[in-house]
Structure formats: C-alpha cells, structure tokens
C-alpha cells in the first residue's frame, strides 16, 4: 500500500512530466553542473586533496559536454523566434527590439557552440574552437544585455501604469495586483540574467570573476529555470 501511495502520488507524475522535456532535463544538468564548478573551486580554496576535488571536476566538464550536445538544432528555435519579434506590428518598439536582439544573440551562440561541440567531444579536434568558443560566448553576452535593458525597461513601464491607475476603484484594485504578478516575473527574470551574465563576462575577461562566484551565480540562475520548467509542467 505504501508502495503503491508513493508510485501514484502526483508529484512523482509531475516530476516524470518534468524529466520528459528537454528544458527539465536541462535546467537539472545545468544546477549539478554549476553547483559542483563552485563546490571544486571551494575545496580547491580549502586546501583538499585532488582525490577530492576530481569527482565534482568531472561533473563540470561532463555536464557541461551534455548539455552541449542537447542544445544541438535549439538555435533554429531562436531565428525563428527573432523573425516572429521583427514581425510583429503591436509590440512595444523598445520591447520589439530587444527581443530581436536577444533571439539573434541566444541563435549566434548555439549556432557557434554547436561547431565547438565537435572538438569539446573529441570527434573533430579543430584548430579554431578556442576564437569560436570565445564569439560564442560574445553572442550569448550580448543577447543577455538585451534581455537586461528589456527587463529594465519594463519595469519602468509598470511603474508608469502603477502611478496612472486608482487604487480605490474595483478595477484599479485588479490592476494593481496584476502589475505585482508582472513585476514579481519581471524582477526574477531579471535576477536570472544578472546571474547568467558572470559567465560570459568571466570567460571573455570583462570582470574578474573566480570560479566561486560563477558557479554560485549559475546555480541560482539554474534553479530559478529549474523552477519555472517545474511549474510549466504542473
């Protein structure tokens, strides 16, 4: 009976949902990744042994060459998308535009970490994969930023409707807490670009950022995708 209680509990169908797309499966890899870049780089600091930190080393590395391969073809997805955003004739210009600009940026990056993947796996070692890697890594910087100054800009927009509406009337009241909701998935949208911006700024040298650092960033940045793919499959 208890068997048969945990087997059907809707959180394990939840969770068998969640494993089943590509996103869950990667926002899972992406956190052990991360997590252990940062818990190498502190034992590392901590003066253990190499035996020690060689397991969560191979983490990095593995989960990382996996998760690479996974993304292989994601970039069709985000041409298509900055096409549909170029398209679109009722959007917010400043919104219309930062959207094409992250979607090009996230397309340029897995389009060039897709050659890459190639040499990361030892199937074709290529002389060029460093300078590839390294605009790859602009690519994604540069559609971050984007997303940035977009999650900025809306945030200003929502402020801007916040001071126009009156709180004491019914629909202002609905209003009011619907700009919340908004501003709630705006801000943490926001926090998750910040976090992912330590990589691409670390690896291209625009701050000196040790391997702490990034991994703490990119494991919180991962467990607040990890937490919206969850609630996407809910």
Not at 24 to 42: H, M, N, V
Not at 59 to 65: A, D, E, Y
Not at 156 to 170: A, N, P, T
Not at 195 to 202: G, Q, R
Request: charged content about 25%; proline content about 3%; overall charge positive.
């Amino acid at each position: 009976m208890v068997a048969d209680a945990l087997v059907y509990h809707p959180t394990v169908a939840h969770y068998l949902r969640f494993v089943a797309t590509t996103v869950g499966r990667d926002k899972l890899l992406r956190t052990l990744q991360y997590f252990s870049r940062f818990y190498a780089w502190y034992l590392y600091r901590t003066n253990n042994p190499e035996r020690a930190i060689a397991p969560f080393e191979a983490i990095k590395k593995q989960f990382g060459l996996t998760r690479k391969c996974l993304r292989i073809g994601k970039n069709v997805e985000h041409f298509k998308a900055a096409a549909t955003a170029f398209d679109n004739k009722t959007m917010d210009p400043v919104l219309k535009y930062c959207a094409v600009g992250r979607q090009l940026g996230y397309a340029m990056y897995l389009s060039l970490d897709t050659v890459t993947y190639l040499d990361a796996a030892g199937i074709r070692p290529m002389a060029s994969a460093k300078r590839l890697q390294r605009e790859a890594y602009k690519a994604w910087f540069t559609g971050l930023m984007f997303n940035t100054i977009s999650g900025l800009y809306t945030l200003w927009q929502l402020r801007q409707r916040e001071q126009s509406i009156d709180k004491k009337d019914g629909e202002g009241v609905v209003e009011s807490k619907k700009i919340q909701r908004e501003r709630a998935s705006t801000n943490i949208q926001l926090i998750s670009d910040l976090c992912d911006l330590t990589v691409p700024s670390a690896a291209l040298g625009y701050a000196k950022l040790d391997d702490g650092i990034v991994g703490l960033a990119g494991t919180a940045s991962s467990l607040i995708g990890m937490w919206g793919a969850w609630k996407k499959t809910a």
